[in-house]
């Protein structure tokens, strides 16, 4: 999704900006826009569609860095993807210039109301924040001022990250937000603003979080920050814990295949965060697990892959915790609230920390004064900061649009949350141990997936993963991870619904992958295969040892059945990866996706 970056007073600006929109450019985006500009006034606006690398072209042919600047990479909500509609959006007189995450759901009125009179040149909600600034700019506003009150301005659902310069005092930038992340980075020389940390770790590790409703004021060589009753107040900031490096692939071609391989390392240091060196539970604390034994039901609220993770984690909670789990997804949730238990708990279940449908959810159970715990990947996130308690996920840096390493991370941590309210019957650190062991021995197996994705997936329109229990949730993880990444139409499904009306889509040569480890349904599964095949699938079987049989396409090695989805997914990982590669794709950016949802 869209991202901001800005600095001032850090020496030449055009390299830092560069820098930290290319950082910005796993988020997903469509066109990216640079203003630079110095105390004398002189500025540069650029903007390109598609990549940074041409904007970067660009901008550095100018020959000008600047001393100040705004950029932003744009994934299009109001308008299409057009040079006109990048931003930095400006005011008509190019006094004010304006990047801006999220959206503004009045946008039209406002135009109509105050600004008939301006020639607008894009489409964008954007453009109207910025013409409406400089409006009260013109009735006499001192520039913080008109930016306050074209914030006050904005209506019902609208969300905002905005990053303003004013071309009368150039090296200052106006910053407000709500609802959308930004933060400020503080370094020696100057600060840089942006909506995501990662972006500018080559200037600084030490970050201010900005909170819904704050207006920041950054000069060269002072932050102001107000808080939303108007107040003058001071943010310590937190260090950030990445080492530069996680964000780079090193030697792997893609993102996907460097986090695919960094399971294993995930599974251990998960261990090593959560066991102390006896085996005992750690870092959970009792204000967690008190609340969550006092609830008569738990409701894990997430999206996409977190939500597959969460349709797995319900197992741990029902199983060994006792408590009744409902998993639902945060888009419906937000809007058509089921109803509730008498005590409900919930769990938001998220990598980024900041998808917008699930932030919407933990509002309005905040509203009604619900407990909430988010385990989340991002720490110091909208999710994380606004739960009332918060478990980290450890999974490091996840670049690539399709979650992998995440998803991992997200069923250990519940199946640790789920051991601290109740007993699994067996050693859970122990099985864990094996469990980064036996996903190490399948990553190592690289060429047979790739040779599998070939060979079935190269130049199919269409494929299905089937399974039943927790086979049929990795299913359908398997199924998002294909379809996102090689478009390739997939569907996962729970194998017995087969026969209710989606058998008929079985072609010849139709791939169909089953997952197959949970020995109580294997038989039924097994004949589930049969019928497909039968009807003139290609069937690919991916079955646990003690399941296995003559012609499954790979053994899973064996570990706890309830553990199996860390191994079962995968092969679908690699299985996915490989028949993108296959089909030509960037596996890192698929067409139209975003990694972190920030917008409803
Ligand atoms: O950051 P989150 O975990 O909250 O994101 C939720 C989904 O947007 C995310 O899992 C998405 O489905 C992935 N691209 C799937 O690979």
């Known amino acids: 999704m869209c991202g901001i970056v800005g600095v001032t007073g850090v020496g030449d600006a055009l390299p830092y900006l560069l820098q930290g929109l290319q950082k910005l450019e796993y988020r997903g985006y469509d066109s990216a826009g640079v203003f630079l500009t110095d105390a004398s006034g002189k500025n540069e606006l650029i903007k390109e569609k598609g990549r940074v690398s041409k904007l970067a072209e660009k901008a550095e042919a100018y020959g000008f860095n600047g001393t100040a600047g705004i950029a932003h990479t744009r994934w299009a909500t109001h308008g299409n993807v057009t040079v006109e509609n990048a931003h930095p959006q400006k005011s008509a007189n190019n006094r004010f210039f304006l ?30 924040a910025v013409q409406l600034v400089n409006h009260f700019a013109e009735e006499g506003m001192a520039t913080v001022d008109a930016f306050r009150k074209m914030i006050s301005m904005l209506e019902g659902n609208s969300a905002y990250g905005f990053l303003l310069v004013d071309e009368n005092d150039p090296e200052t930038l106006y910053v407000a937000k709500k609802k959308s992340p930004l933060l400020i980075g503080v370094s020696d020389h100057g600060y840089a603003v942006t909506s995501d940390a990662a972006a500018m770790i080559d200037l600084t590790k030490d970050f201010v979080e900005l ?51 960094e399971q294993a390392v995930v599974a251990r240091n998960i261990a090593g965060h959560y066991y102390d060196e006896d085996g005992n539970l750690q870092g959970i604390g009792c204000a967690i697990t008190d609340k969550m034994k006092e609830a008569d039901r738990l409701y894990i609220v997430a999206a996409g892959t977190s939500y597959h993770a969460g349709l797995v984690g319900k197992r741990y909670f029902e199983q060994w915790a006792k408590i009744p789990t409902e998993v639902h ?225 790979f053994v899973l090695p064996e570990v706890n059945e309830l553990l199996m989805p860390l191994l079962a997914v995968i092969p679908t990982q690699l299985v996915a990866y490989y028949a993108t590669l296959a089909r030509g794709l960037d596996v890192d950016r698929p067409r139209n996706l975003a990694k972190s949802v920030t917008v409803q």
């Open 99 to 128: 990047v801006h995450n999220g959206v503004i759901e009045n946008y039209k009125e406002l135009k109509d109301t105050y600004l008939s009179n301006v020639d607008f040149v894009s489409e964008t909600d954007t453009e109207v």
């Open 211 to 261: 909170r819904d409703g704050d207006v920041a004021i950054v000069k060269p060589d002072s932050l102001t920050i107000f808080d939303e009753n108007g107040d003058d107040i001071v943010r310590e900031p937190f260090t950030l814990e990445i080492d530069p490096e996680d964000t780079d692939k090193g030697a792997y071609p893609y993102y996907m295949l460097k986090e695919v391989d």
């Open 329 to 553: 997804i945060s888009s419906e949730f937000a809007y058509d609230q089921p109803m509730l238990s008498e005590k409900p708990f919930f769990i938001f279940l998220s990598q980024s920390g900041e998808t917008a449908d699930s932030r919407e959810v933990l509002d309005n159970v905040k509203k009604q004064g619900y407990p909430a715990l988010t385990l989340a990947n991002v720490m110091n996130s909208t999710l994380t900061r606004e739960a009332d308690f918060a478990l980290p996920l450890l999974a490091g840096p996840e670049i690539a649009v399709a979650s992998t390493k995440a998803y991992t991370a997200q069923v250990i941590v519940q199946a640790i949350l789920a051991s601290s309210l109740g007993n699994p019957g067996f050693d859970l650190k122990a099985e864990l141990a094996k469990v980064a062991v036996e996903i190490q021995a399948i990553t190592d197996d690289k060429e047979k997936f790739k040779a599998i994705a070939e060979d079935a997936l190269a130049d199919q329109h269409s494929a299905f993963y089937i399974g039943r229990g927790l086979d049929a949730a990795v299913a359908l993880e398997a199924a998002l991870k294909l379809k996102e990444i090689s478009y390739i139409q997939t569907e996962g499904f729970a194998a017995g619904e087969l026969k209710h009306g989606t058998i008929s889509l079985i072609e010849d040569k139709t791939p169909v992958f089953a997952l197959l480890t949970q020995k109580k349904t294997a038989g039924l599964l097994r004949g589930e295969v049969a019928q497909v095949a039968a009807r003139g699938a290609k069937t690919i079987v991916f079955a646990s040892k003690g399941v296995a049989k003559e012609g499954d396409a």
